[in-house]
């Protein structure tokens, strides 16, 4: 179901194409190297317009997509639904695991459904039960990647993930514990639709500093909730360069990254979320 929007798309600047190319003009001036940018839309498993709207705007950008699927949530009518709104562009998509049933079992502090105040055999059920539920209704298009929910989890849970054989995880900047060496960590520097700022002149301050510098770092990992996207679909375009790559969500064998590299002269960052 929808959810508010952050204010942050209640007051979006008319300039903001031009302030995102500074941000990618500032970010080539601080590097040298390659820079790859990577979408991770979360919180999917449930057709509706604002999935539909989304997954058809990057189709049409041909922009690869890592979708984080909630298993539970999840039922053979919704996939086909769900598959069916992809079909032009198959190889775009990456359908990885988004935790279990996206419950909160956090008796104190943030929210997380994989913390450390489970019993790691519960975790471990859970995980499997994600896992196998996916597959049987993805079949070979599921990928073994594990966002999840909130972006938390616990030490057992990565260490967990390793064991069962996942290729990856992905969460926030910054989260601890660290991964497990041999199970990469493909964090999102971004976050377009969650953003908690009630003033949405500083917050967009904020936003423009957390592109720049996840440009500059190399990898910006830019985070989608469409259920709080409004129903203009706007865009805003990074300049030619082909030092920018886009990256999809599937993994590259046999050396077991995360990303796979798309190059392309022209590169879109999406905005969702505008008016």
Not at 7 to 30: F, G, H, M, Y
Not at 51 to 56: P, S
Not at 97 to 104: A, L, Y
Not at 160 to 172: D, E, F
């Amino acid at each position: 179901m929808p959810r508010p929007l952050s204010p942050l798309w209640l007051a979006c600047p008319s300039d903001l194409s031009k302030r995102v190319k500074t941000c990618i003009e500032t970010a080539q001036a601080d590097t040298s190297a390659s820079v790859y940018v990577f979408f991770r839309a979360d919180d999917v498993a449930v057709p509706g317009k604002n999935l539909d709207r989304l997954m058809d705007l990057f189709a049409t950008k041909r922009v690869p997509l890592s979708l984080s699927v909630v298993p539970a949530w999840l039922t053979r009518p919704r996939w086909q639904q769900i598959r069916s709104l992809g079909r032009t562009a198959p190889l775009l998509w990456c359908w990885h695991q988004h935790g279990w049933r996206h419950k909160n079992h956090a008796t104190t502090g943030k929210k997380q459904e994989f913390g450390p105040g489970r019993p790691s055999f519960i975790i471990k059920e859970d995980l499997i039960r994600g896992q196998q539920r996916l597959e049987n209704l993805m079949g070979k298009e599921f990928d073994p990647i594990f966002t999840p929910p909130w972006n938390r989890c616990g030490h057992t849970t990565l260490e967990l993930l390793k064991k069962l054989g996942y290729h990856a995880v992905s969460r926030n900047t910054g989260s601890r514990p660290s991964s497990p060496e041999g199970l990469p960590d493909f964090q999102v520097n971004v976050d377009l639709h969650t953003r908690k700022a009630v003033n949405p002149l500083e917050d967009w301050k904020c936003f423009f500093t957390e592109l720049r510098q996840a440009l500059s770092s190399g990898l910006c990992g830019i985070m989608i909730h469409h259920q709080q996207v409004a129903p203009y679909a706007g865009s805003g375009q990074m300049t030619r360069d082909r030092k920018f790559s886009i990256c999809s969500g599937r993994p590259a064998a046999p050396s077991g990254k995360f990303l796979r590299n798309y190059e392309r002269p022209l590169i879109s960052i999406i905005f969702s979320s505008r008016h």
